[in-house]
């Protein structure tokens, strides 16, 4: 029948192009809107991975960057001593891997990790540092050479300026280069049980432009967008879990659920009200993936413009810009509270993977790698609570142990002569005067007695923790079960009533220390911490941590 114009053909045609035009944005919209494969699981079993700073790495001709470099921790005899030193931290690592090759380091740094109870590194992964690839390739290299268990992913960080398009393009061109060269099946990739990479990202939104017309449809949609892009790029399909960095409103979680499997958040402390209440039960009613997270400290080495994050990256220029002009930042964590909390809170909620903030950011001072302050006792923590999240036995179970953490004076003080303020950036939710105790975490077989510097209480079997009143001077302390010393130290750092300098990381010693370094790798020795307690002597300092043959007297 040949066709008869009406006079409606435009009309026909403005109603033709509309409705074009509103499949295509629902065709957009429901093309990456909960996805069935945003509800599958992301793990096989349950794991820890620890966000690992990439470049912070020590090896022959790859020093320490300036905020955790050991030069500059003395207060003395180096460019920074009108700050009192710029570190507050100082990786036993430096000094052993002066001399060695890239293989020997990344092979010691997961050693390491694995004697905290790590399981894999999501690696630190920006734009535009293109040397930080031969790290991850020599994790991978050393992994397959050396038999070690670990996994390994990327965590998409802060990928801000220029385009989606070149962004897309500069990250697609070296994961590509990395996935060939270690091997795209390779079995160190943290890869969900359907084969899905899974990728993190740290404050990853940056990554895609949105537009200006957004044409109905939330950012969400448009960052998905641009990690689909990216996976596409790298011949992978991607199992995003995206960060929640600050707090979060309901509605803003939920955009976010329409779109990721997974999320995970960053430091925000543990107290009643914590934010993961609300994410854990929303993933769960979403059918989403939460992940659990936990920190041990906030302290920052890095000196900052005053009420910035603008940071000082050279000693020089930090102490070109004075003392009176720089500034610390800081969470109160209550000592081994924050950590103790979240891991409880991540077993309450069963969760299948527990993030570590941090393996290796000394800078920020929430590093679990060895360090001469914070040592091993947050390491020894997440043994422990791992074994209950995964329903195993303690590596505790055949002996007493007890952990020290305290803060080397009190925060009401004000050191002197190098002060630096140490500003809080977020709302106080740990009290600052819990930190003002001394904190032993005891596991014990049977229950004892605990005696700190003199103070005697009992406590029970199980982990225990228990605050006493801080005094200067190291802590002394013992442990009595059945009227025999099952547990005896002193630790090296003590504590003053006349800082010299501003420093609020916390410090941590316990039984376990020898047995935890013994062996670590060929050639590493433990260094200390001996600020306030200039009686120290290595050479002669040890712990106990195994039965007493000897009974000692009840202390009074």
């Given at each position: 029948m040949p066709f008869k114009y009406t006079g409606n053909y435009p009309k026909f045609c403005f109603v033709f192009v509309i409705c074009a035009l509103s499949f295509c944005r629902v065709w957009a919209q429901d093309s990456l809107k909960n996805l069935p494969e945003y509800s599958l699981p992301i793990t096989g079993q349950k794991l820890v991975i620890a966000h690992c700073m990439t470049n912070i790495i020590r090896y022959k001709g790859h020093e320490l960057e300036d905020s955790c470099n050991p030069d500059y921790y003395a207060a003395k005899g180096n460019i920074t001593s009108p700050l009192g030193g710029l570190t507050q931290v100082k990786p036993m690592a430096n000094s052993l891997m002066a001399n060695k090759t890239l293989d020997e380091s990344v092979e010691f740094e997961m050693r390491a990790a694995i004697q905290s109870g790590i399981d894999?590194?999501?690696?630190?992964?920006?734009?535009?540092?293109?040397?930080?690839?031969?790290?991850?390739?020599?994790?991978?290299?050393?992994?397959?050479?050396?038999?070690?268990?670990?996994?390994?992913?990327?965590?998409?960080?802060?990928?801000?300026?220029?385009?989606?398009?070149?962004?897309?393009?500069?990250?697609?061109?070296?994961?590509?280069?990395?996935?060939?060269?270690?091997?795209?099946?390779?079995?160190?990739?943290?890869?969900?049980?359907?084969?899905?990479?899974?990728?993190?990202?740290?404050?990853?939104?940056?990554?895609?432009?949105?537009?200006?017309?957004?044409?109905?449809?939330?950012?969400?949609?448009?960052?998905?967008?641009?990690?689909?892009?990216?996976?596409?790029?790298?011949?992978?399909?991607?199992?995003?879990?995206?960060?929640?960095?600050?707090?979060?409103?309901?509605?803003?979680?939920?955009?976010?659920?329409?779109?990721?499997?997974?999320?995970?958040?960053?430091?925000?402390?543990?107290?009643?009200?914590?934010?993961?209440?609300?994410?854990?039960?929303?993933?769960?009613?979403?059918?989403r993936t939460f992940t659990g997270s936990v920190f041990a400290d906030f302290y920052t080495s890095k000196l900052l413009k005053k009420d910035t994050w603008d940071m000082y990256h050279r000693a020089g220029e930090a102490v070109n810009a004075g003392i009176d002009n720089v500034e610390r930042k800081y969470i109160t964590t209550g000592l081994s509270y924050n950590f103790r909390k979240l891991f409880e809170f991540g077993i309450k909620q069963d969760v299948p993977i527990m993030n570590v903030i941090t393996w290796n950011d000394y800078p920020e001072g929430h590093h679990l790698a060895p360090e001469i302050n914070h040592n091993e006792g947050f390491s020894i923590l997440l043994n422990y609570y791992k074994s209950q999240w995964k329903k195993q036995p303690s590596v505790y179970a055949d002996r007493d142990v007890a952990i020290a953490f305290f803060k080397k004076y009190n925060h009401t003080i004000k050191p002197s002569p190098f002060y630096i303020p140490v500003k809080s950036f977020q709302k106080e939710v740990i009290p600052a005067t819990w930190e003002d105790s001394i904190e032993v975490v005891t596991l014990l077989k049977n229950g004892g007695q605990l005696t700190v510097n003199g103070q005697t209480v009992k406590v029970g079997t199980g982990l225990v923790s228990t605050k006493l009143k801080a005094r200067t001077g190291p802590v002394e302390i013992t442990v009595l079960s059945d009227g025999k010393a099952t547990v005896h130290f002193s630790t090296p750092e003590g504590i003053t009533d006349h800082p010299y300098r501003a420093d609020r990381l916390t410090y941590t010693y316990s039984s376990e220390f020898d047995r935890f370094y013994d062996n670590l790798f060929p050639g590493f020795k433990p260094e200390y911490s001996h600020e306030y307690n200039p009686g120290f002597d290595q050479n002669h300092h040890h712990t106990k941590n195994t039965e007493a043959s000897n009974r000692m007297k009840p202390a009074n």
């Open positions: 894999g590194f999501q690696f630190y992964y920006i734009l535009g540092n293109n040397s930080w690839d031969d790290i991850i390739k020599a994790y991978f290299r050393v992994a397959d050479k050396k038999q070690i268990n670990f996994k390994f992913t990327f965590c998409i960080s802060h990928p801000n300026g220029s385009t989606e398009a070149l962004k897309v393009a500069e990250f697609a061109r070296r994961i590509n280069n990395i996935m060939d060269e270690v091997g795209r099946n390779n079995p160190h990739w943290l890869r969900a049980p359907d084969g899905r990479l899974i990728v993190y990202q740290w404050i990853g939104e940056g990554l895609a432009d949105i537009p200006a017309d957004k044409q109905g449809l939330p950012d969400q949609f448009y960052i998905a967008r641009a990690y689909k892009r990216l996976a596409n790029a790298v011949h992978e399909r991607f199992a995003c879990v995206f960060t929640v960095n600050t707090e979060i409103t309901k509605q803003a979680l939920d955009d976010y659920l329409d779109y990721f499997p997974a999320v995970w958040i960053w430091t925000l402390p543990y107290d009643k009200n914590y934010i993961g209440n609300m994410i854990a039960a929303e993933c769960r009613k979403r059918r």
